[in-house]
C-alpha cells in the first residue's frame, strides 16, 4: 500500500539508487500500482461518508495483521491460527497500559507489539521445535483459550486491579484507547493508521530483502541445508515469529483507539481461521497479497451486507479458495488473477487471429 | 471442598466423547495423513440436520439421529474422495490446511441455513437413568463413556487383527509401498474417511445432549479431541482416550471453584502444551509430522 509512499523523495534524490529499488520490486507496474494506490488511499477521506472511512481504516489495520501471518507462512513456511487472538491480546494489553500509564501514544504502540511479540512467540515456542503440523495444532488451541479467557476478563475499561475491569463502568465506560490531540479526528486517525501501516509493510519489506529474508528462504527451501550452511533455524524462526506478533499488537493497538472500541466477541476463533482463508487466497509471497487479503475479510462483507446478501456465503466462499489455493494456485490472487487473465486474452487474441485467417 | 461426584460424572461422560472424537481424528490420521480439522464441524451439521428432521418435518427421532450419523460419514467421505488423492503427497500440514478449508464450508452453510440462534436437542437415552450413591447418572452419559472406550477399543483390535486394519497401518507407513505390494490404496482410505466421518456424526449428536447444540461451541470443541490426539502424539489410540477422559475430567472438576472456573475451558491447551514440552524435554521422535 504504501511502498510509493516511501519511494517518493527516493526517486527524486538519488536515479541510481531508485533503478537498483525498482529492480528489487520486481517491475514498473508494481510501482505504479503502488503509487495509484497511494494517491486514492489518501484521497479516500475526501470521497467517501464516516462509515465508510471507517470501514477503510479497518481494512488497514488488518492487513497488518495479514502481512504478519503472510510472512510466517510465504517465508518460513509455519502456520499460526492464534492471529486474531493475539490481536485482542494486543488490543488487551494496549487498553491496559493506555489506563494504567500516561505513556505518549507512539510509545505505548511501541511497547504494545513488544509484549505481543513476546507473548506470541512464548505460545509458539513449545511447537517450534517440532513441526509445522503442532504449531498449527498449538496455536489453535491458544486462539480458542485466549477467546475465552477474554470473555471471561473482558477488556480493562479503568477499573482497578490488575485485569483493569470494572463491571459497574462497563456500560458507561467502551473499551476504548484515547487517541492523541493530533489523530483526534477520524480522517486524522485514519491517516495516521495509514502510516504506521507503511511502517509496517515496510518494516516487513526491509527483513525479507535483508539477511533476515535471505535466512528465511533458506529455511523454507531446505532445513537441513539451512543448517549446513551455518543459519541459525531456531533463532529466525523465533524472529518470524516475534515479528508477525509484534505487527499484530501494534494493530490490536490501533484496533483499541478506533471507532467504538473493543469488545470480547470481536475476536472468535472461527476469525483467526478465516484470517488463513484470506491470506492463502490473496497470495503470500507478494507484499500486494495482504492488501487482497483484508480488503476480503473486512471490505466484502459490508458490501454483500450493503446488496443485502448474507454474508455467511462470504465463509463458504472462503473455504472454497482455500481449497482452490491448496489444490491450483499456491501463490493466490495477486499472482493467479492476472495470470489468468493474461492467459484468457491470448486464448481469445489466438480466436481472433485464427478467425481472421479463415476469413482470408 | 465441594462435592465433586457430580461433576467427576459429567466430565467422565464428556471425557468419553472427546476420547471417541480423538480416536476417530487418530485412525483417519493414520491412514490417510490428514488430521481433520473439520471433524466438530461435521457433527454439528449432522446434529442440526437431526434437529430440522424432529422439529420441521417430524420424523421419528431414531430415523433423524441415524441419518445425522450417516451424514456425518457421507460428507467426509466425499471429501475424502475428492480431495484426499489430490492433496495425498502434500505434508500433514498443507492437508490439514485443506480440512479448514472445508470447515469453513460447513461453518458458512451451517450459520445460513440455522442461523446463530440456540437449538436444543436431547437424546431420549437422557430421560433414562438411575441413582448412584447421591448422584444421578443418565443413559447418555453412560452410552458417551461407554462408546469413547468401546470405540477405542475395537478400533485396536481392528487396526490389529484384520486385513483392512492391517492395510491402514501398512498406509501409515508407506503409501507408495502398500499400493505396490496391491493393496486397493484408494478403498482402503475411502474406508477410513467413512469410518471416522460416522464416528463424528455420532459425536456430534452426543455432544450436543451433554454440551448443547451450539454451531460454534460444537464445532470448536473439536479442540479438546485435538489435544488428546496431541497428547497420544496422533498414533496411539489408548494414550488418546486416556487424554481425552482425563481433559474431560479436568475441565468438569474445576466447574465448582468459582475463581478459576471461567478458565476452565481452557484445559485442553495447557494439556496440550504441557505434552508439547514434555515431547521436546524427553527429546522422543514425532511421528509423520
Known amino acids: 500500500m504504501s511502498l510509493a509512499d516511501e519511494s517518493g523523495p527516493a526517486v527524486a534524490a538519488a536515479i541510481p539508487r531508485a533503478r537498483a529499488w525498482v529492480e528489487r520490486v520486481g517491475s514498473i507496474r508494481s510501482v505504479a500500482f503502488a503509487v495509484v494506490l497511494g494517491i486514492v488511499v489518501l484521497a479516500l477521506p475526501a470521497l467517501v461518508s464516516t462509515f465508510w472511512l471507517q470501514i477503510a481504516t479497518s481494512v488497514a489495520i488488518y492487513s497488518i495483521v495479514a502481512l504478519g501471518l503472510a510472512l510466517l507462512i510465504g517465508r518460513v513456511g509455519l502456520i499460526s491460527l492464534n492471529q486474531i487472538a493475539l490481536l485482542a491480546v494486543g488490543g488487551w494489553i494496549a487498553l491496559r497500559l493506555g489506563f494504567g500509564t500516561s505513556l505518549p501514544y507512539p510509545l505505548l504502540l511501541l511497547a504494545t507489539g513488544v509484549i505481543t511479540g513476546v507473548i506470541g512467540t512464548l505460545i509458539g515456542l513449545p511447537a517450534l521445535r517440532l513441526s509445522g503440523l503442532y504449531l498449527a495444532l498449538i496455536t489453535l488451541m491458544a486462539a480458542a483459550a485466549i477467546t475465552l479467557a477474554l470473555q471471561a476478563t473482558n477488556f480493562p475499561n479503568g477499573g482497578s486491579g490488575f485485569l483493569g475491569y470494572s463491571g459497574t463502568a462497563a456500560g458507561s465506560v467502551a473499551a476504548s484507547l484515547r487517541r492523541p490531540a493530533l489523530l483526534e479526528s477520524n480522517t486524522a486517525f485514519y491517516l495516521g493508521v495509514v502510516g504506521v501501516t507503511a511502517l509496517m509493510f515496510l518494516l516487513a519489506a526491509l527483513h525479507v530483502w535483508g539477511k533476515a529474508g535471505r535466512a528465511w528462504a533458506a529455511i523454507r527451501q531446505s532445513q537441513p541445508a539451512a543448517i549446513a550452511a551455518g543459519v541459525n533455524v531456531t533463532l529466525y524462526k523465533l524472529w518470524a515469529f516475534a515479528l508477525a506478533s509484534f505487527m499484530t499488537g501494534i494493530a490490536g493497538g490501533l484496533l483499541a483507539s478506533s471507532a467504538g472500541g473493543l469488545t470480547t466477541y470481536g475476536f472468535p476463533t472461527q476469525d483467526s481461521i478465516t484470517l488463513l482463508a484470506v491470506v492463502l487466497m490473496g497470495g503470500i509471497y507478494s507484499f500486494w497479497g495482504p492488501i487482497v487479503a483484508a480488503l476480503l475479510l473486512k471490505l466484502l462483507p459490508e458490501l454483500l451486507k450493503n446488496w443485502g446478501l448474507p454474508p455467511d456465503l462470504l465463509t463458504i466462499l472462503f473455504g472454497i479458495g482455500v481449497l482452490q489455493v491448496m489444490l491450483t494456485a499456491p501463490a493466490g490472487l495477486v499472482v493467479q488473477v492476472p495470470r489468468d487473465f493474461a492467459n484468457l486474452g491470448r486464448m481469445v487474441a489466438r480466436r481472433f487471429s485464427g478467425a481472421a485467417e479463415q476469413a482470408e | ?289
Not at chain 2, 87 to 106: C, D, H, N, S
Not at chain 2, 199 to 207: D, I, N, R
Open chain 2, 1 to 289: 471442598m465441594p462435592d465433586l461426584r457430580p461433576y467427576l460424572v459429567l466430565g467422565l461422560a464428556l471425557g468419553g466423547v472427546f476420547a471417541l472424537s480423538g480416536v476417530g481424528m487418530v485412525v483417519l490420521y493414520r491412514a490417510t495423513g490428514v488430521l481433520n480439522l473439520a471433524y466438530g464441524a461435521v457433527g454439528a451439521i449432522g446434529a442440526l440436520i437431526a434437529w430440522s428432521l424432529i422439529n420441521t418435518l417430524l420424523l421419528p427421532e431414531w430415523v433423524a439421529y441415524l441419518v445425522a450419523i450417516l451424514f456425518g460419514g457421507v460428507v467426509t467421505l466425499v471429501y475424502g474422495t475428492l480431495f484426499g488423492p489430490p492433496l495425498a503427497q502434500r505434508e500433514p500440514l498443507v492437508k490439514a490446511v485443506g480440512t479448514l478449508g472445508f470447515a469453513l464450508i460447513l461453518l458458512g452453510t451451517m450459520s445460513w441455513v440455522w442461523s446463530y440462534q440456540a437449538h436444543s436437542l436431547i437424546l431420549p437415552t437422557t430421560q433414562v437413568g438411575f441413582q448412584m450413591g447421591q448422584v444421578r447418572v443418565n443413559l447418555t452419559q453412560m452410552i458417551g463413556l461407554g462408546l469413547g472406550i468401546a470405540i477405542t477399543a475395537a478400533t485396536a483390535a481392528f487396526l490389529r487383527f484384520t486385513r483392512l486394519g492391517v492395510a491402514m497401518r501398512s498406509l501409515a507407513n508407506h503409501r507408495e509401498t502398500t499400493a505396490m505390494l496391491g493393496v486397493p490404496v484408494r478403498r482402503v482410505e475411502a474406508a477410513a474417511w467413512l469410518t471416522s466421518g460416522l464416528l463424528s456424526g455420532a459425536t456430534g449428536l452426543l455432544l450436543s445432549t451433554l454440551v448443547g447444540l451450539d454451531i460454534v461451541g460444537l464445532t470448536f470443541l473439536v479442540i479438546a479431541a485435538l489435544s488428546a490426539a496431541l497428547i497420544g502424539r496422533l498414533q496411539s489410540l489408548w494414550a488418546t482416550m486416556v487424554a481425552g477422559l482425563a481433559i474431560g475430567v479436568v475441565q468438569a472438576c474445576l466447574t465448582p471453584f468459582d475463581a478459576i472456573s471461567p478458565y476452565r475451558t481452557m484445559t485442553p491447551f495447557l494439556f496440550a502444551i504441557a505434552a508439547l514440552l514434555w515431547f521436546g524435554i524427553a527429546g522422543r521422535g514425532l511421528s509423520r509430522a
